[in-house]
């Protein structure tokens, strides 16, 4: 259709009687249409009119994040930080992919400059520990635990504030590009990291982004899962899949709109969690991150 074609298409939503074929027809079109929506928003004087738009523009783009979901999924979920943008995408689609890739090699960039090759596992975790919790101070966002954005990856790199999964997520993307064999542990109440060293006789440790980059040992994790009155399972010491990460911080999201009272925007993002679960309708969700005792 040409540009002059959408827009008389669009006004025809002030009728009544045609609007649901009308707005069936713009569906179909696709999320080609939402400049056109957004300046027919933007000229309207009528606010059932404008709420009418906005409702249009919000169904497309989230026609448009699912799809784009599936085809990541179908693509492997490799790649961490497309399928947090995604993630991003459902509350701010505007939401620049390169802008987060630009954020993420700046920090990449600074821990590399205080390495060296002959440093060992530990001084390179102490290096990346300084860049990203002393230089540029993220931490936990204590204060407001339960808000979504500490699910949206470029606020907490904006405020330097998150939950333990998108800091984690930082920590682990930076580290990624430095080459270190670094991995998410899906813990309960609390995602981690895990350093894995090549070497046979070195031993895998963890790092608790939510404390600073904490270091704790495979005993330290066992004492936490006893105090949670949980047997042990290989889950909790094991290296995760990105697609897990997604999930969880999928579930993460689901949550904390429950908890502002938007059960809308939490069925929609438990629809975007069934695609990645391969569920026809949505499980209900379990707990987010429990917050974790400080230590």
Request: charged content about 25%; some cysteine; overall charge negative.
């Amino acid at each position: 259709m040409t540009n002059k074609e959408l827009k008389a298409l669009i006004s025809l939503l002030d009728d009544a009687e045609i609007r649901p074929q009308i707005e069936e027809r713009i569906h179909e079109l696709g999320e080609s249409v939402i400049p056109f929506l957004e300046e027919a928003w933007e000229e309207s004087l009528d606010p059932a009119q404008q709420q009418r738009l906005e409702e249009l523009i919000h169904n497309l783009q989230f026609s448009g994040l699912q799809e784009r979901l599936r085809v990541w999924r179908d693509s492997g979920g490799e790649n961490l930080l497309e399928g947090m943008w995604l993630i991003n995408s459902y509350q701010y689609p505007d939401a620049d992919l390169q802008a987060l890739n630009r954020a993420i090699e700046q920090l990449r960039y600074e821990a590399w400059t205080l390495m060296s090759p002959d440093m060992g596992a530990i001084d390179q975790v102490r290096a990346l520990n300084h860049v990203l919790f002393k230089v540029h101070r993220f931490a936990a966002n204590t204060q407001n635990f339960h808000a979504p954005a500490n699910s949206m990856l470029h606020l907490v790199l904006e405020t330097r504030r998150g939950n333990p999964l998108t800091l984690c997520v930082i920590y682990l993307l930076v580290a990624q590009r430095l080459k270190l064999p670094v991995y998410g542990v899906n813990l309960p109440n609390l995602f981690i990291l895990t350093y894995r060293p090549d070497e046979a006789l070195s031993q895998p440790f963890y790092i608790n982004c939510y404390n600073r980059g904490l270091i704790l040992t495979r005993t330290d994790i066992e004492h936490y899962v006893a105090q949670l009155n949980l047997p042990a399972n290989d889950i909790f010491f094991e290296p995760c899949s990105h697609l897990d990460i997604v999930r969880r911080a999928l579930r993460n999201l689901a949550v904390s709109f429950e908890k502002m009272q938007e059960p809308e925007k939490a069925a929609e993002v438990s629809r975007l969690l069934a695609i990645l679960t391969g569920e026809e309708t949505p499980a209900a969700t379990s707990s987010e991150e429990g917050e974790p005792d400080e230590e």
